[in-house]
């Protein structure tokens, strides 16, 4: 991360990670406040962000044999009537069209919050037979969620997303789908993003509204907290059973599908912006940076030297490159601040005396380190440095996961994760004590319990965890006594162990927290 700050505007994430960010989202120029509460202006840099991510995205979704649609943007009350926990999830955020000109319509039209229904109307029409299924389908569009807050491209009241749903012959079919598009979400922040996720089931409480299951990848933020990036949910038949959609089997028996949906949404943003940003703005992973090179001619005034640049651009782009020159009267201190702000992954500085010297400077944004290339060799130089400056970025955002106290990824290879939760510094939220809750009246065996030697309150801070992936058990958060004499391992900045972890044994006084675990001998 750069060290010497060059953009006094920003604060300090130290002092202020919240304004921190607003800061950055408006000096980076991604997005800006409109008439309306809640609702944002994509600014075009924002905007180019979303459709990089958009395209590379889109192209993965084709892969696995996605086609896209679009869906109206109004839904009758009557359709959105028909599942009733979906309905009743999303009826406090809900925003209605009663009017058509001067005329009140006669049936209130819902602004869609998200397309399950009409999604599921379509299904019903066009699904007969086994042969029509699998039926894959994506959108990209914005929705609209009449929110209480709001913060740029996390909470938006408008926000623009892609949602997928698909239907399918069977319940395993549909469960494996569902957990390849977690999957393709969790590559996809990984290796275009530089972000690395954890994965997991979301608890019954927190899953989406109609959903039999809901999994989602979360990643690791500079303030120590983790942001949902994307969820995929398997809704078994139950809105297939509301909606009437049959089809005709192998056997000649007409049998409901089973469904899935899964989506991400411009939050991405908003997660790219907290996991690489520093105090000087933004910093972008190379694959989805509107601008991956921006050339800065040294003393553009002498002879030759705008048109040098313009060449090495013309070179640039011809191999693939994003490519800006900035040929303006800024002072040179002014553009590299600027472009750092902006997040740009490399820059490169010519001169008169580069030129002389038949080569160019190569700056990353990540660390500044200055590397010196001959110019026949600029193509490959910057594609090397590019690749230099994604794995840096991934490698960071890796530490910052796995320094967390009591977070963890263990047994890699066997598919477990720790869920970085929300830190504790302050007691525990009491969100997580509720999910807890929850958990233990449905099911004695929770999972795994991470101990750490982060304390909160005079008091060991656990963390329950899955089992697998394959199987998404679920995760909380518990505040419990100190344990003794349990098997440990060190690290630099904590101790943590891992237990298996049951309901507390029946009989015994629950503490006031409403929440305990023992661990199984």
């Known amino acids: ?45 924002g905007y180019a962000i979303w459709e990089n991510i958009q395209h590379i995205m889109d192209a993965e979704f084709k892969k696995v044999g996605v086609q896209n649609v679009y869906m109206p943007m109004l839904i009758p009350e009557s359709l959105l009537q028909k599942e009733k926990d979906h309905v009743e999830g999303f009826a406090p955020e809900c925003a209605w069209v009663t009017m058509g000109g001067n005329e009140r319509l006669e049936e209130r039209l819902c602004i869609r919050p998200t397309s399950e229904t009409l999604f599921c109307d379509h299904f019903a029409q066009v699904i007969q037979s086994h042969r029509d299924l699998p039926m894959k389908y994506n959108q990209w569009c914005s929705v609209l969620r009449w929110e209480k807050t709001s913060r740029p491209f996390l909470r938006h009241r408008e926000f623009l997303w892609q949602e997928g749903h698909t239907m399918h012959a069977t319940a395993e079919e549909a469960k494996a789908f569902t957990e390849q598009m977690l999957n393709l979400y969790a590559d996809f922040c990984e290796n275009v993003l530089a972000m690395p996720v954890t994965r997991g089931q979301k608890t019954e409480k927190e899953k989406f509204n109609g959903a039999e299951a809901t999994y989602t990848i979360e990643c690791m933020m500079h303030d120590r907290k983790a942001l949902q990036a994307g969820t995929s949910h398997y809704f078994g038949d139950g809105f297939a059973k509301a909606f009437d959609i049959t089809f005709t089997d192998k056997n000649n028996q007409r049998v409901s599908p089973f469904q899935t949906s899964w989506g991400v949404s411009t939050r991405l943003i908003g997660g790219i912006i907290m996991t690489h940003g520093d105090n000087n703005g933004l910093v972008l992973p190379p694959k989805i940076a509107p601008v991956q090179v921006v050339i800065l001619p040294v003393a553009q005034h002498k002879p030759g030297v705008l048109e040098a640049a313009e060449a090495l651009k013309a070179r640039l782009e011809k191999a693939g490159f994003r490519v800006k020159v900035d040929d303006s009267d800024n002072s040179m201190g002014w553009k590299c601040a600027e472009y750092e702000m902006k997040g740009v992954p490399l820059r490169v500085e010519c001169g008169p005396r580069d030129l002389e010297n038949d080569q160019c400077v190569l700056v990353r944004r990540t660390d500044r380190e200055k590397v010196t290339v001959k110019l026949e060799d600029l193509e490959a130089a910057v594609e090397e440095q590019l690749n230099l400056v994604h794995q840096g970025m991934y490698e960071r955002a890796k530490k910052n996961l796995e320094d967390q106290p009591g977070v963890r990824a263990e047994d890699e290879g066997s598919g477990r994760h720790v869920l970085p939760l929300h830190p504790l510094q302050a007691g525990a939220p009491g969100r997580y004590l509720r999910l807890l809750r929850q958990a233990c009246r449905q099911d004695d065996l929770l ?75």
Not at 501 to 518: F, Y
Request: net charge positive; hydrophobic share 35%; aromatic share 12%.
């Open 447 to 521: 999972g795994y319990c991470v101990l750490s030697s982060h304390i909160a309150g005079g008091r060991l801070v656990a963390r329950f965890l899955i089992g697998s992936v394959k199987h998404f058990p679920i995760f909380s958060v518990y505040r419990g006594e100190r344990q003794k004499e349990v098997p440990s391992w060190r690290t630099e900045r904590s101790w943590s162990c891992i237990l298996p972890v049951r309901n507390r044994p029946s009989g015994r006084r629950r503490p006031n927290t409403g929440a305990t675990a023992t661990a199984l001998p």
């Open 1 to 45: 991360m750069a060290k010497d700050k060059k953009v006094e505007q920003i604060t300090d994430m130290e002092v202020d990670f919240a304004q921190w960010y607003t800061d950055v989202c408006k000096k980076a120029q991604l997005i800006d406040y409109s008439s309306v509460k809640g609702i944002f202006i994509y600014r075009p840099y």
